[in-house]
């Protein structure tokens, strides 16, 4: 299993484990000492029953370790894996009743922790489309502080102090008591010169206080301001202090406060009242599942057998490894479109998600038929920008132009839907790839004086800096606060404030915990990264360019790389002579790659076989023909 080191943890939970275990085991368990005979062995998996993110395995295994040293402890999925309904978790063999006694306790550590930090990915992917991160608070399970914190990492949040004695936290009650902030400020120095201070204010005029101490203090906390209140605050603020926004926090307005700009969203919810992740353990022998698998890849390949030419997998770099195995073309999005291009099969069987499916049906020749395995694999990226939005904003940016047609070029990255690559073709625009933004925004630079580039704010921005276009001159869209004529006037980039909720996790301070672990690592990140990762990064790259990288790098060299954890995996296990790791501690799967299952894959196959086909994924000709164009222009470079 990879993650961070989990020596504390365990430390932290060992007398939590012994506590329940006693609490639990009582006398015995007699139920199962009159069913099963002391010696019977069997295996057992943990399953979900619902789709979350998984943390605590750690513990999990101790629980079961404390109870019976040889029984056989397997992880099946990383700590902080997102997993979907009837996923396998943990592989455990041992003694029956062994097994059976641990079940539960294991099991209520697993699902409380796991349903923290499925909580907390939803709350991140929430605030993907901005630079906010999400913070949890010191509302933990009694006794529970560093297992519910840690499972906020998992989820892909930051952990706030841990306790009292970490960082001084100025409240109300502090201020009224003392008689105002710079007192409260002064106070605390004196006692203790080097602890960091937080600072909460309740409107702008305490915040104007905070801002004036010197030396500046390291965090303000903007408790329960609305949003109008917020952007002042951020707009005051002028980047000098870190700033946190607190109270009222529900999903319902999270967005909204992420756009605000501040840096930190804390979070009660995600640990006070986190709904525990339904996972159950069920005896099996390893033999059924192993020749269950067997049986059905083996359907599979009779399957495609059957088919002959008339079908092609394609498989995307971030698929399961056993869907890459069954694929004819392995590839990125565009090497696969390429591929489905070329092929003369009549059925392209799209391992990967929607946009893909969209991108390749829309470049199908007559009588072509494309199919997603799974109807539901979507790209989070993707559903960030959705046509009346865009419509809106384009409508909205024609105000500030006499012909907005002279002035703005449309540029959609590839993961976007089948309408706003429409939309591009039907104004000029074009579509781009990671691989060929440059080329497109320089070519589109040329021909007018700005572009609107959506939905991925952190490749369009890494995309103009390497151009050489500064800061000042690129503008985030944002519907909530919109920009001046002046504004406007001087920007040449405006992006959408898309982000990929994957490569969204990488994070400044994951290069320096790296870089001082491997001093001699060379990192490379995907350009979805966000633009600080970027700049720290020694390298950059789009999925082929970072797998053509490493494939031609000389034996013994050592990468992080900032991309989807499969394909980093895979990379490790083509280059045994390398080392290779996830640039993240915990390191992140696109969950909508996973969907794509062997059961999936197998249901369209045989459908095909039958003449039936599931879950075809068909463009309007229109829409088809106007999304043509933006590819067209696109190729054309
Ligand atoms: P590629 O176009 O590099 O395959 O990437 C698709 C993607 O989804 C990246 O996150
Ligand atoms: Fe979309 Fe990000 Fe997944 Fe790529 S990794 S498919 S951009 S969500």
Not at 97 to 125: C, H, K, P, W
Not at 403 to 410: A, Q
């Amino acid at each position: 299993m990879k993650t961070e080191n989990h020596d504390n943890l365990i430390v932290a939970g060992i007398h939590l484990i012994e506590l329940a275990l006693s609490e639990d085991l009582g006398e015995g368990d007699p139920t199962s000492s009159s069913i099963f005979t002391e010696g019977e062995v069997t295996t057992a998996y943990i399953r979900a029953k619902k789709p979350g993110v998984i943390a605590g395995l750690p513990i999990a295994q101790e629980v079961f370790s404390r109870v019976d040293p040889n029984i056989i402890f397997t992880p099946l999925v990383d700590e902080g894996q997102p997993v979907i309904t009837g996923e396998k978790v943990a592989q455990i063999k041992g003694r029956v009743m062994s097994l059976l006694s641990a079940e539960r306790v294991a099991l209520n550590f697993l699902q409380r922790m796991s349903g923290i930090a499925t909580i907390t990915a939803v709350y991140v992917d929430a605030v993907s489309c901005s630079d906010a991160r999400i913070l949890d608070t010191r509302k933990t399970c009694p006794g529970h502080r560093i297992l519910d914190k840690y499972a906020v990492r998992m989820g892909g949040g930051t952990n706030h102090r841990m306790n009292l004695a970490e960082m001084a936290l100025v409240k109300d009650n502090h201020i009224d008591s003392v008689g105002g902030i710079r007192q409260a400020v002064e106070k605390i120095r004196a006692f203790s010169a080097n602890l960091p201070i937080e600072i909460e204010v309740r409107t702008l005029s305490e915040l104007h206080e905070a801002l004036s101490l010197e030396p500046p203090i390291d965090r303000i906390l903007l408790d329960n301001m609305n949003c109008h209140t917020l952007r002042q605050a951020v707009a005051i603020n002028n980047s000098r202090v870190i700033l946190e926004a607190s109270g009222n926090v529900g999903l319902e307005n999270i967005g909204e406060i992420a756009a605000a700009g501040v840096d930190y969203i804390s979070v009660g919810q995600i640990t006070h009242s986190a709904e525990a992740l339904d996972l159950s353990m069920k005896v099996d022998t390893q033999q059924t599942e192993n020749v269950q698998k067997r049986k059905m890849i083996e359907h599979i390949r009779t399957n495609k057998r059957r088919l002959g030419k008339k079908a092609v997998i394609l498989a995307h770099h971030y698929q399961r490894d056993e869907i890459v195995e069954l694929g004819d073309f392995r590839g990125d999005s565009l090497e696969l479109v390429r591929s489905a291009e070329k092929t003369d099969a009549e059925y392209i069987v799209f391992c990967g998600v929607r946009f893909m499916a969209e991108t390749a049906a829309i470049l199908a020749r007559n009588g072509q038929r494309v199919l997603l395995p799974e109807q539901g694999a979507g790209c989070y990226l993707a559903d960030t920008a959705t046509e009346d939005d865009v419509r809106k904003a384009w409508s909205l940016l024609s105000e500030y132009f006499a012909d907005i047609e002279k002035e703005i070029t449309p540029i959609t990255y590839v993961n976007s839907s089948a309408t706003l690559k429409a939309f591009c073709g039907s104004h000029g625009g074009y579509v781009c790839t990671s691989a060929n933004a440059s080329r497109v925004l320089r070519k589109t630079l040329d021909e007018k004086p700005r572009a609107f580039f959506f939905p991925d704010q952190h490749l369009g921005r890494n995309t103009a800096a390497d151009l050489g276009i500064m800061d000042s001159e690129i503008l985030v869209w944002n519907c909530h606060y919109l920009p001046s004529p002046a504004d406007i006037q001087k920007t040449r980039v405006i992006l959408w404030p898309g982000a990929c909720n994957v490569h969204k996790r990488f994070q400044p301070e994951h290069i320096d915990i790296i870089r001082k672990k491997l001093p001699d690592v060379k990192i490379i990140v995907h350009p979805e990264c966000i633009r600080s990762v970027v700049q720290l990064a020694d390298e950059t790259g789009s999925t082929s360019a970072i797998i053509k990288r490493v494939n031609e790098s000389p034996p013994g060299i050592r990468w992080a790389i900032g991309t989807e954890t499969r394909l980093v995996k895979r990379l490790q296990r083509e280059n045994p002579d390398k080392t290779i790791v996830s640039l993240a501690p915990v390191a992140p799967y696109c969950p909508t790659m996973s969907y794509t299952t062997l059961t999936s894959l197998g249901r369209v196959l045989e459908g095909l076989v039958e003449d039936h086909l599931h879950n075809e994924v068909k463009v309007d000709s229109e829409i088809a023909t106007n999304a043509r164009l933006a590819l067209e222009r696109m190729l054309s470079l």
